[in-house]
């Protein structure tokens, strides 16, 4: 059975660091996509970026270039979104979500999400 | 980057009506286009891929269809569950891009 799972509600002060997770199982993971997407509270859907775990290829929104990073381990089947000096405008969920690796393209496995709380 | 205007930003509907949902890419896609659903507090999820693909598992009372500009999605016969959030997503050219989301409320 596939499944993206991601890491826990975090909650940091600004200007500390942080990394959350989305781990795949059931599949290839180096074989799939995987995209990070923010939604700010009460606000829409934004993507942010989007890592190919096989050779780490990823490609970021211009938004979120130099704000954030996004890599994996594919040893451990783990995806990442990191940031190294959060902001309070960086509060948010985010969601990872798989995309599918042949036509019809789409995002068809996605996390539970993990909300970031930054205040102090 | 390619830019999704998504309208109306809300709706309010009833049981049983058809609704429209549009969105317009400010240069052409093709088909590279999705819908996505979703309900508060949960992850989206997929309706519709490459424009007019409906998803295993979808009901059919859901369909989209356009190309290039200009994209719709369409549910004939909205239902209680139905009511939601909805997003097109473009993933034609990097950065891609979701619509800003239309809210379908209970009139």
């Known amino acids: 059975e596939v499944q993206v799972v991601q890491s826990g509600a975090e909650v940091r002060k600004p200007g500390e660091s942080l990394k959350i997770s989305c781990k795949g199982s059931?599949?290839?993971?180096?074989?799939?996509?995987i995209g990070w997407v923010r939604q700010m509270p009460g606000k829409g859907l934004e993507w942010m970026g989007i890592i190919y775990p096989g050779d780490s290829d990823t490609r970021y929104s211009p938004s979120f270039q130099g704000q954030v990073t996004i890599s994996a381990d594919k040893s451990i089947s783990t995806a990442y979104l990191q940031w190294s000096s959060l902001k309070a405008s960086d509060t948010a969920m985010y969601y990872c979500?798989?995309?599918?690796?042949?036509?019809?393209?789409?995002?068809?496995?996605w996390g539970q999400g993990t909300l970031v709380t930054v205040s102090s | 980057a390619i830019q999704m205007t998504q309208s109306p930003s809300s709706l309010s509907a009833s049981v049983g009506d058809r609704v429209t949902i549009t969105c317009r890419a400010s240069q052409g896609i093709r088909n590279d286009l999705g819908w996505y659903q979703q309900k508060p507090g949960k992850a989206p999820k997929v309706l519709i891929s490459?424009?007019?693909r409906l998803q295993s598992g979808v009901p059919s009372r859901f369909s989209g269809s356009g190309s290039g500009t200009d994209f719709t999605l369409t549910i004939s016969g909205l239902q209680p569950e139905d009511f939601a959030t909805y997003y097109c997503l473009q993933d034609n050219n990097y950065p891609w891009t979701f619509g800003q989301g239309t809210r379908v409320e209970i009139k």
């Open positions: 490459t424009a007019s």
């Open positions: 979500a798989r995309w599918s690796s042949e036509v019809p393209y789409y995002f068809d496995y």
């Open positions: 059931g599949y290839r993971f180096t074989s799939y996509w």
